[in-house]
Antibody, heavy 117, light 110 residues
Framework: EVQLVESGGGLIQPGGSLRLSCAASGFTFSSYWMHWVRQAPGKGLVWVSR????????TYADSVKGRFTISRDNAKNTLYLQMNSLRAEDTAVYYC??????????WGQGSTVTVSS | QSVLTQPPSASGTPGQRVTISCSGS????????VNWYQQVPGTAPKLLMY???QRPSGVPDRFSGSKSGTSASLAISGLQSEDEADYYCAAWDDSLNGWLFGGGTKLTVL
């Protein structure tokens, strides 16, 4: 079964750091671009970042550029999102998603990040 | 504020046909494919339509997509209670160099 499972979310103070992980299974992880998408409470979906299959190319939304870093370990079938200098507006459920045919065809269940003092 | 504009809500009775619109610009919908996602509250989004009008395996043919110029639309025919969900359009934006999602449309089946 193709599956993505996020972990690493939690409550963090403003200015703090957190690293999310996304464990992939059931497919050849190293062949796919991957995305992070977030959703603030009661709000819509917002794309955060993407990374090429081999990790050589990354792209970020302006709202997180310079603060967040996407990376992957293909040997461990795991995607990461390092989040630094966190702000209240970063509070959201963070989803990882697989990229296929110009779409996001498989999504994880999400990991909740709450930035609050 | 999303650059892809969707109506915040839509509704219909069982069996009816409902259409959800998504309006963009030349840098996104006008030059790139559109995808649609369905999200039942409290669950992860699900890919509903890709490349403007292609249904992933398992998506009923009651769902159809189209694109014209800088706008796209999702049509649902034979509306069913299980279709009650939030629907999002998405497209790559060449100017922003990133993916855009519409603000979402909450579909209510009356």
């Amino acid at each position: 079964e193709v599956q993505l499972v996020e972990s690493g979310g939690g409550l963090i103070q403003p200015g703090g750091s957190l690293r999310l992980s996304c464990a992939a299974s059931g497919f050849t992880f190293s062949s796919y671009w991957m995305h992070w998408v977030r959703q603030a409470p009661g709000k819509g979906l917002v794309w955060v970042s993407r990374i090429k299959s081999d990790g050589s190319n990354t792209t970020y939304a302006d709202s997180v550029k310079g603060r967040f870093t996407i990376s992957r370990d293909n040997a461990k079938n795991t995607l990461y999102l390092q989040m630094n200098s966190l702000r209240a507006e970063d509070t959201a459920v963070y989803y990882c998603a697989r990229a296929t045919s110009g779409s996001m065809d498989v999504w994880g269940q999400g990991s909740t990040v709450t930035v609050s003092s | 504020q999303s650059v892809l504009t969707q109506p915040p809500s839509a509704s219909g009775t069982p069996g009816q046909r409902v259409t959800i619109s998504c309006s963009g610009s030349s840098s996104n919908i006008g030059s790139n494919i559109v995808n649609w996602y369905q999200q039942v509250p409290g669950t992860a989004p699900k890919l509903l339509m890709y490349s403007n009008n292609q249904r992933p395996s398992g998506v009923p043919d009651r769902f159809s997509g189209s694109k014209s110029g800088t706008s796209a639309s999702l049509a649902i025919s034979g509306l069913q209670s299980e279709d009650e969900a939030d629907y999002y359009c998405a497209a790559w934006d060449d100017s922003l160099n990133g993916w855009l999602f519409g603000g979402g449309t909450k579909l209510t089946v009356l």
